[in-house]
């Protein structure tokens, strides 16, 4: 991967200083940080207590809020109480009978006002439908919300439990989509030299691996503080998080069967062949693997990822770049291991 000028290492810096400086201060989007009770039973008047996050109930001239049914029944809050723009306490009827389904359901709760916007919490109260007590739609409205309003500004979502860890997105994701570029074409330079028995492919190959294998420690440790911040640990049992150590441990070893050979040409062999296989290795162990059992992780074990809430428009305006950015930062430290090692290389030579 051969880049001339100075060009494409500035733009690399750019990009990522853009990055950093716009993941940082765009806010969130409003949501609901905590809803109390929990649970509820049909034919009750239900106060909700909501704690709102970047909200501005206060200062709405009008807040409106409906509970709904995956169904698309719903029923829309009779009063509604401002204690301040994070609180409010919402007043529902409930109906005697839940709508045709489980006998108990969960409920979204969905609220609107032209400040804010219109904020959705799923899951937020779980009815149960009194015993001897049969289904129906009685009480209950066919949800529309054709009058909502819409926030205006760009501001990332806002999801339960990540709240202000999403920007760890352009970190710990990113990072492993450098990571996958750099080993990339650590691998097509090792299938060159093993074509060509040319040196400077090893060296190059060498290079890409060790920016990948920098990028995956880097990766690992940004992932495990989200973990600290989401899941209140640092390192789980989850599946996906131990495929992707092994996975490292394996790429750490190649760089100890460099260090075990003095002799250029069987070494060069040698790390080769081993950074096939560890490409090779690394796609079940974190493509396959973690998707055959339940995870943790999003995007394993049906847990989805970058999409919907998890990656929007706003989201993407930041993400790609920042891969762009790492990528081309990863390269320009490519490089510079390469100049290094034929530097090194040439001096070796020269001493014979």
Known sequence: ??????????????????????????????????????????????????????THFSDATENKAWLKTDSGHSIKARDIHIVDDMHAQLIFELPEV????????????????????????????????????TSGTEGWDEADFGHIHTADGIAFPYRNILHETIRNTFFHVALWFAMFIMLIVGLVYAVRYLRT???????????????????????????????????????????????????????LAYLVLRGASSDTDKKAKISSAYTIFAFVAMIPLLFIIPRMTDSLHPGNGGNPALGGEDLDNTLRMFFYPAILGLSLIGVWISTLVIRYEMLKERLFQNQK
Do not use: C
């Open 1 to 54: 991967m051969n880049i001339k000028g100075w060009w494409w290492k500035i733009l690399g810096v750019l990009i990522y200083l853009y990055v950093i400086i716009g993941g940082l201060t765009v806010p969130l989007k409003p949501g609901v940080l905590k809803v109390d009770p929990a649970s509820a039973n049909t034919g009750t008047k239900l106060e909700l207590n909501i704690t709102g996050y970047n």
């Open 98 to 133: 839940l709508p045709p389904g489980e006998k108990v359901q969960p409920l979204t709760l969905i609220m609107d006002n032209e400040k804010d916007g219109a904020f959705v919490q799923p899951n937020a109260i779980f009815v149960k439908a009194k015993e001897n007590t």
């Open 197 to 251: 028995h040319d040196y400077s492919y090893d060296i190059k190959s060498s290079a890409y691996n060790k920016t990948g294998i920098l990028f995956g420690i880097l990766g690992l440790a940004t992932g495990s503080i989200w973990a600290r911040f989401t899941w209140n640990t640092f390192w789980t049992g989850d599946v996906k998080l131990n495929m992707t150590a092994v996975t490292l441990l394996i790429y």
